[in-house]
């Protein structure tokens, strides 16, 4: 079982930046690729970034692609997707969820998720 909890979220104006950060409880972390995902309002959950186990691969959706960065700490359990030049269309709840087997931007294929945080970008 892990347990996830996103933080970071928040009101900002477009061109600004924000930093999520997903702790993760459990021994096993480094097990999982981690995925951010999001669900704008009125929208469909869609894939924004996803990292593997040690870090050594990273994947973006093309709309965020050179705007966000993600990482992870397996030290201290933790994912981060580091948001800048943030537009209005970014607007949405942001997920983190831990990906055991599977293709990782189908949401569909993780195992656990967070609860969300909310990122508002503002024009």
């Known amino acids: 079982q892990v347990h996830l909890v996103e933080s970071g979220g928040g009101l900002v104006q477009a061109g600004g930046s924000l930093r999520l950060s997903c702790a993760a409880s459990g021994r096993t972390f480094s097990s999982y690729t981690m995925g951010w995902f999001r669900q704008p309002p009125g929208k469909e959950r869609e894939f924004v970034a996803a990292?593997?186990?040690?870090?050594?691969?990273?994947y973006y959706a093309d709309s965020v692609k050179g705007r966000f960065t993600i990482s992870r700490d397996n030290a201290k359990n933790t994912v981060y997707l580091q948001m800048n030049s943030l537009k209005p269309e970014d607007t949405a709840v942001y997920y983190c969820?831990?990906?055991?087997?599977?293709?990782?931007?189908?949401?569909?294929?993780?195992?656990?998720w967070g609860q969300g945080t909310q990122v508002t970008v503002s024009s």
């Open positions: 990292i593997t186990r040690n870090g050594g691969s990273t």
């Open positions: 969820a831990a990906l055991r087997w599977g293709t990782y931007y189908q949401k569909d294929a993780y195992n656990y």
